[in-house]
């Protein structure tokens, strides 16, 4: 190497450097220049009144940039990446101009807090929004736990959870699932299902793919997709059709950039349960497109007809996510877990160190008892079996509201049979003037008429709530 060499590669990068610099600078005026044609459509949009989604117009972007990358020679990845922030600030432009301000959407946590700060005041209220059954944790449970902290269960474990309770949740598969080919390197100890949701999610999709859900559903879904940056794509079911989704909807939603699909039966807030042909139908599409199935299963204890899992036929690509929240009404222990393929467990695993390192030991401690108490578990779910009946009948006193009895889970989906029903009105009106609180439906997708009633109550409560819901619907 001579010292010519080096003054020569130096120069090269000199111009090189220059290029990319002038060639950056080249994309912020266009980027600059897309900004501002998307102020004007906001404009014209404001002036004619129309809406500034349009998934039509998104998806025929999406075609484009994946053709013009193939063309390019362009990673498609990064295209969908870099147009997903195209269309993000698009919007935050169209925005501006369309003014307004966004109407606050009315979700369980939101409705959580409002309540929360009422009760602070010293006003009792019949919380009937929160998603949490009354039930008490086992109390072999509790003993367990405290027994752990007295022997110093306090250090961290592993970060996939202890052997314990891995091997306690094979056997649980088996025993209940009748699935006996868990492996540990499959299973993950979360800090909850939500957790075990939003490492899913943040596993199978990246920022500009887009992930497939089936609406009403519980709102984490779409909330963690955004914050991914991911779309999330809904396939609507309504009231007329029994909240029954269609399998060839689910097909029809596919986009390029589509990862996965999420599932969850028994529903949270319908409490509807797939057909099993449907679900076996689905994850066939899912399979024939090569997309992971996710499917979310925490209330399939509390299923009052025959509730698909996909440990009855395991796609290829797949995530189940559950928790002792629900079953076991052990929500504040915040304990669930996870299961799919060793690479993608390894890779949400990831998250989880990343974030928390572990679940705590004496928590987990719990949570191997908890797998023992069949019981409480039963008990619990006759109970919630005996509120849906009750209450159905209830609702259905009700003149103004028409219900699809609920066939799992622990909610009622009423809608009002007034086509303008406000349900966010409603539930504001309903907590200021009666002291009652329910979910309005838009927190789980757009629907104005339904409302979301928790059924982790005391029969005495419910039945309390749901007549003055009649009175000030009456
Ligand atoms: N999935 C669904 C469908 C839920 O309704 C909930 C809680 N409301 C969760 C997951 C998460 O529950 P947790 O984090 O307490 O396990």
């Known amino acids: 190497l001579t010292s010519s060499d080096v003054e020569q590669a130096g120069s090269d990068l000199q111009d090189l450097r220059e290029e990319v610099a002038d060639t950056t600078k080249e994309i912020m005026k266009l980027v600059a220049r897309r900004i501002e044609l998307s102020k004007r459509i906001g404009e014209v949009k404001s002036r004619g009144s129309l809406p500034i989604d349009n998934e039509k117009v998104e998806d025929a972007l999406l075609e484009e940039v994946l053709r013009e990358c193939e063309r390019l020679g362009l990673d498609q990845q990064l295209g969908t990446k870099i147009l997903a922030t ?48 009354d039930f008490r944790p086992p109390k072999a449970v509790l003993d367990v736990v405290s027994s752990a902290l007295y022997s110093y269960k306090t250090y961290y474990t592993v970060g996939r959870g202890i052997p314990e309770l891995l091997s306690a949740l094979r056997s649980y598969l088996a025993i209940r699932y009748n699935y006996r080919e868990a492996a540990e390197n499959q299973l993950i100890v979360t800090p909850g299902g939500r957790f075990a949701v939003y490492s899913a999610l943040a596993t199978v999709a990246s920022e500009g793919d887009s992930v497939v859900v089936i609406e009403p559903n519980w709102p984490a879904y779409k909330e963690g997709l955004d ?40 529903s949270n807030p319908t409490g509807k349960i797939m057909d099993k042909a449907s679900f076996a139908e689905i994850v066939e599409i899912a399979d024939d497109r090569g997309l992971t199935v996710i499917s979310d299963e925490i209330y399939n204890d509390y299923a009052y007809r025959p509730c698909p899992t996909i440990l009855d036929d395991l796609p290829k690509k797949y995530i189940l996510t559950s928790s002792f929240s629900k079953a076991w009404s052990m929500t504040g222990f915040r304990v669930g877990y996870s299961f799919a393929p060793a690479e993608t467990s390894s890779r949400m695993l990831k998250i989880l160190g990343l974030m928390i390192t572990c679940v705590p030991d004496f928590i987990q401690r719990g949570a191997v008892k908890a797998l023992e108490a069949v019981d409480e578990v039963s008990r619990n779910s006759r109970t919630m079996k005996e509120r849906i009946d009750a209450t159905s009948a209830e609702l259905a006193e009700i003149d103004a509201l028409e219900l699809i009895k609920p066939e799992g889970a622990i909610y009622a989906f009423p809608q009002a049979k007034d086509p303008g029903f406000d349900s966010s009105a409603f539930a504001i009106e309903l907590l200021e003037k009666k002291g009652v609180t329910v979910s309005p439906g838009t927190g789980f997708g757009d629907y104005p008429r339904c409302f979301r009633v928790s059924l982790g109550q005391p029969q005495e409560t419910l039945s309390a709530g749901v007549k003055k819901i009649g009175e000030m619907l009456g």
């Open 227 to 266: 914050y991914i940056g991911a779309r999330a794509i809904t396939v609507r079911t309504t009231f007329d059709e029994r909240w029954e989704p269609s399998p060839e909807r689910v097909k029809a939603a596919i986009r390029p950039n589509t990862k996965a699909i999420v599932l969850s039966y028994p």
């Open 86 to 133: 195209l269309v993000r600030e698009s919007k935050k432009a169209q925005r501006t101009r369309v003014g307004g301000k966004q109407q606050q959407l009315i979700t369980p946590m939101v409705m959580m807090a409002k309540a929360t700060e009422i009760e602070k005041g010293g006003r009792k209220l019949i919380r009937l929004d929160v998603g949490e059954p």
